[in-house]
């Protein structure tokens, strides 16, 4: 089954990388941007007899390796 | 309106930031993950009066700067 996570900063972290982005933005003459975020999307494969258990595995790998769940959060969905 | 930008390698592209997660997650215990793709995810808010006009500004950006067509792709989705 293929998995996708995305995984966002907490909204009470600073995001200077989306700060930048959004400030090159202005630049360009896309003055209305505001608040730009800049998150991580990791898509993988797992075998796993059905989507329960495809999920149960991909939140173990969230949290011991793909996020750092003291600043990040992540959602997973199930594509195929 | 807030809009969320998934930015991926195209599927010719290798991606050895993606493979590196795929080996670490094998070393950890996770044998069956296979495919691991590792791409962005932007999120940011944009004044518009409806979500075409949105779309049409955000998929301008994505042009100017936040991807690279050669060598991703990218889906837009208005989400708020």
Known sequence: MRARVSIRLRPDV????????GQALVTLGFSSVNN???GKLIELDVEASDVGSAEQQVQAMCEKLLANPVIEDYDIEIIA
Not at 14 to 21: E, N, R, V
């Open 14 to 21: 600073l995001d200077p990388q989306g700060k930048a982005i």
């Open 36 to 38: 730009v975020r800049q």
